[in-house]
């Protein structure tokens, strides 16, 4: 399981390349920027379309929805063919490319338990395109496709628990984070980077735009939704053995 660290042993190298397409107060932006400081730049970072295009320092490629899973594993085939097992193989996709589109390659690379990372930056809907619902999309949300009114009160399905699908292919590490908690994220990407196998990390990211609330406000509402129960954070080692990482005393109403 991950070494808590303090705010003082977040890395100082930045390897996200500013200015990008990130709206103000983009909470994927932060997650990417936080998720690449602690992988360091010994990683090649793979992507599928996603809101924003944050870009990296690193050696990367861009591939459709579908096929996210299967360009990790060939990298990482091809990495290892050469001897090059030190490299950081990192899928940065959104909720759409996670639990919708792009789950078939994602599953089968978790049943094989390639070793690649999966970091979700997960702000709740198809943000890209502009705010269409997703599986991640929460019950009775509204977006663009799932209205608020006299005639239907937002999305009418749960939220897709995507953590316990990939838990149940016994993968060697998932853990959730909130860009709300810096730290927190930080010091799973560290351990992570210890495992040998399949990694996931999904990470809340708030979108001002698509939940409509002032760019001002985003780790605000980070820490709301952790505060609240409503994002846990926790990890899971081989998909059953689970460390709670943060306990609110006193739970906000939600």
Not at 83 to 104: A, E, K, P
Not at 122 to 147: C, H, K, L, V, W
Not at 199 to 224: F, H, N
Request: hydrophobic share 35%; aromatic share 6%; net charge positive.
């Amino acid at each position: 399981m991950s070494t808590r660290i303090n705010r003082l042993q977040i890395p100082l190298e930045e390897l996200t390349i500013t200015p990008g397409s990130a709206c103000q107060g983009c909470g994927a932006a932060l997650a990417a920027r936080l998720a690449f400081k602690a992988i360091g730049p010994n990683a090649i970072r793979h992507r599928v379309p996603c809101c924003p295009d944050s870009t990296t320092a690193h050696p990367s490629a861009s591939s459709v929805f579908e096929s996210g899973g299967a360009m990790l594993t060939g990298t990482w085939r091809g990495l290892k063919a050469i001897g090059r097992t030190d490299v950081q193989v990192v899928g940065f996709f959104g909720d759409g490319g996670t639990y919708d589109i792009g789950l078939q390659s994602l599953s089968a690379a978790a049943e094989r338990n390639e070793n690649i990372w999966v970091i979700t930056k997960d702000n709740e809907a198809y943000m890209n395109t502009g705010n269409q619902r997703s599986g991640a999309t929460p019950i009775f949300a509204r977006t663009s496709t799932t209205p608020v009114g006299s005639v239907t009160k937002g999305k009418q399905m749960r939220k897709k628990q995507i953590a316990k699908i990939f838990a149940a292919h016994g993968i060697p590490y998932l853990a959730t984070a909130s860009v709300g908690y810096p730290e927190d994220l930080i010091a799973k990407i560290n351990y992570g980077k210890t495992v040998k196998g399949f990694k996931m990390l999904i990470i809340q990211s708030p979108c001002p735009v698509g939940s409509r609330y002032d760019a001002s406000k985003t780790i605000e509402m980070a820490r709301l939704r952790v505060q609240t129960a409503n994002w846990p954070l926790y990890e899971l080692i081989d998909g059953n053995k689970l460390k709670l990482n943060n306990k609110p005393s006193d739970l906000n109403p939600v």
